[in-house]
């Protein structure tokens, strides 16, 4: 017997009511899959960033010209070579207080003569020999996590130091980690004894790797004008608009005094 009109006509809403769930079940599966695909680009490029930051932070102290001397030898000027290294006891095993002067903005810092003497002791020698006064801050990186103002080149272009180099690493943080306001010496990368004049302001919490030296001597704190010192200089990025070069901002130290 022929199938009646009622019957075709319920056959053919089965039919579309089939073909209706084939077409949401393939719009699910596509939209699944590119959420899938879509986490799994967003993993890779969230490993990609967080590896291009270790090592740009990495690279910072051991490739470039962040480090206090260009080779082994430093190249002293001749202004330098009158500059010999002090010895660790003029850090006197205590806290001192002071004043570093960047662009006329005051920032007032403690030095710890106890946990780095040898470093502080050349600071200290460094800064009554009047040998800052006037040098640039050749280096500014603003990477996000990474923030450092880099100083105390004669040579201004981070190849210079005093004529002498020193070491061993004192006072390096254990987990790596360089608060803001952090006062540093620059280095060589995987040489603990090429500390000279070059030092480090960090400005943002900071993150810098050890490398087979070690870590970063830490000399003491920024303890007021830093959020000064970011507006001045910092705020307006590098010269080239890179994330790591000279400042915008010409930047000069005009003096460093301790007692």
């Excluded at 590098?238 to 460093?256: R, Y």
């Amino acid at each position: 017997m022929a199938p009646s009109k009622q019957d075709e006509k319920k056959a053919r809403l089965e039919r579309n009511r089939l073909r209706a769930y084939q077409a949401r079940q393939t719009v699910h599966d596509h939209r699944r899959k590119r959420r899938v695909r879509d986490n799994w680009i967003a993993g890779v490029l969230v490993v990609l960033v967080a590896v291009g930051v270790s090592f740009a932070q990495v690279f910072y102290f051991a490739e470039g010209p962040g480090s206090p001397e260009a080779s082994t030898t430093p190249t002293p000027t001749a202004s330098a070579s009158q500059y010999s290294k002090p010895d660790a006891s003029l850090a006197e095993n205590r806290e001192w207080t002071g004043q570093m002067t960047i662009n006329d903005i005051p920032l007032n810092i403690t030095l710890d003569g106890a946990a780095a003497p040898q470093g502080v002791s050349n600071m200290i020698y460094l800064s009554q020999e009047g040998f800052y006064a006037g040098l640039s801050c050749h280096r500014l990186t603003t990477t996000e996590g990474f923030g450092v103002l880099q100083c105390g080149d004669p040579n201004g272009d981070g190849t210079g130091g005093p004529g002498y180099s020193w070491g061993p690493i004192e006072n390096a943080p254990q987990d790596d980690f360089y608060p803001a306001g952090t006062i540093a010496m620059a280095r060589q990368g995987n040489n603990g004894e090429s500390m000279g004049s070059q030092f480090f302001i960090v400005y943002e919490d900071t993150t810098i790797p050890s490398d087979q030296a070690g870590g970063y001597t830490v000399l003491g704190t920024v303890t007021s004008g830093l959020d000064e010192l970011k507006k001045a200089v910092v705020d307006e990025g590098t010269a080239d608009g890179s994330a790591d070069g000279p400042p915008a901002v010409e930047t000069v130290i005009n003096g460093i005094t301790v007692e």
